[in-house]
């Protein structure tokens, strides 16, 4: 999880200029072949086309992934990106018990 956070946020460039994007979750299959991860996007107009950009680079990302852990799995899964969007669930739970 850490060295897919650093790869979107450090080494792939123009999903999101000014955004700021963190892993907050992943998921992968008991046999490697497949990962879910799940970001949380702040600063974007729209969340749901940074994450379709990310989506549509993954195989880039794996790529960067595989270099990073190739001595420790002998499979890099693929991966499959979703927005997280608890943070904003949180954040509309606390301004509606403000209000009251």
């Given at each position: 999880?850490?060295?897919?956070?650093?790869?979107?946020?450090?080494?792939?460039?123009?999903?999101?200029?000014?955004?700021?994007?963190?892993?907050?979750?992943?998921?992968v299959?008991?046999?490697?072949?497949?990962?879910?991860a799940?970001?949380?996007?702040?600063?974007?107009?729209?969340?749901?086309?940074?994450?379709?950009?990310?989506?549509?680079?993954?195989?880039?990302?794996?790529?960067?992934?595989?270099?990073?852990?190739?001595?420790?799995?002998?499979?890099?899964?693929?991966?499959?990106?979703?927005?997280?969007?608890?943070?904003?669930?949180?954040?509309?739970?606390?301004?509606?018990?403000?209000?009251n």
């Amino acid at each position: 999880m850490r060295d897919l956070s650093e790869i979107i946020t450090q080494e792939i460039t123009g999903l999101a200029p000014g955004a700021m994007i963190t892993v907050t979750k992943v998921n992968v299959a008991p046999d490697l072949s497949f990962a879910k991860a799940y970001l949380s996007i702040f600063n974007a107009d729209d969340k749901a086309e940074v994450v379709e950009k990310v989506n549509i680079r993954s195989r880039e990302i794996r790529g960067l992934l595989g270099q990073r852990v190739r001595h420790q799995l002998r499979i890099v899964p693929q991966l499959r990106f979703y927005l997280d969007d608890s943070l904003d669930y949180i954040d509309n739970i606390e301004n509606l018990l403000k209000e009251n």
